[in-house]
């Protein structure tokens, strides 16, 4: 199975700000998904992080204000930019591997004043 | 559109007892159906998968699922539920053209002593 790992774990920003989250998972896997938690929901696709190139971004969300890096297969980072209360939610990242299995990682709690 | 519906927010059971979670879905083509658990203050924890073969669908901690594709369902199972079950639970699918998880609203399991 694939162990994920997440920075930070969780971070209080202010308004306005700007932070970046990092995956790491310690195999190489063919896909990276990031997803948001929003408190007391459940998980909404935010994109699909793809390898050397733009990742895909899902309705409702655009790369100006979650941009997304993959530049190999174990590492990707999701930037939450320009920061609302709006924002404060669990950032969770997700890999599929070689057989197809899912997992995710522990997550970023984010909380925005 | 693609959906994945857990009618129940929670679900209250005695320890010992049996417990069923709810879950059906739509998608499109085959189903690709999963089972993921949080703790609080964790990240998701994979239970359980279904994308063929036997409609019984054994996973672990004990749980197990039955996929039954007249109703589309996928209920989650135990036969004696232990305090430590107590947890929220998500059901997720993708049909078989994509690998983008949808997921359910979670319902939080409640087992008394």
């Known amino acids: 199975s694939a162990v994920i790992s997440q920075k930070p774990s969780r971070d209080i920003c202010q308004r306005g700000t700007s932070l970046t989250i990092q995956c790491q998972v310690d195999?190489?896997?063919?896909?990276m998904f990031w997803y948001r938690q929003q408190p007391g929901q459940s998980l909404t696709l935010i994109a699909t992080a793809n390898q050397g190139s733009e990742a895909t971004y899902e309705s409702g969300f655009v790369i100006d204000k979650f941009p997304i890096s993959r530049p190999n297969l174990t590492f990707s980072t999701l930037t939450v930019s320009n920061m609302s209360p709006e924002d404060s939610s669990i950032y969770l990242c997700s890999v599929e591997d070689l057989l197809g299995e899912k997992y995710f990682g522990p997550g970023t709690r984010l909380t925005v004043t | 559109a693609q959906s994945v519906a857990q009618p129940e927010d929670q679900v209250n059971v005695a320890e010992g007892n049996p417990l069923t979670v709810k879950c059906t879905y739509s998608v499109s083509g085959n189903p690709y159906l999963f089972w993921y658990v949080q703790y609080p203050n964790r990240g998701l924890q994979f239970l359980l998968k279904?994308?063929?073969?036997?409609?019984l669908v054994k996973g672990s901690y004990g749980f197990e699922a039955e996929f039954n594709k007249s109703k589309t369902s996928f209920h989650l199972k135990k036969p004696s539920a232990l305090v430590s079950d107590s947890a929220l639970y998500f059901c997720?699918?993708?049909?078989?053209?994509?690998?983008?998880?949808?997921f359910g609203t979670g319902t939080l399991l409640a087992v008394q002593p």
């Open positions: 997720a699918a993708h049909g078989g053209a994509t690998n983008k998880l949808i």
């Open positions: 195999s190489q896997v063919t896909m």
């Open positions: 279904y994308i063929t073969g036997d409609n």
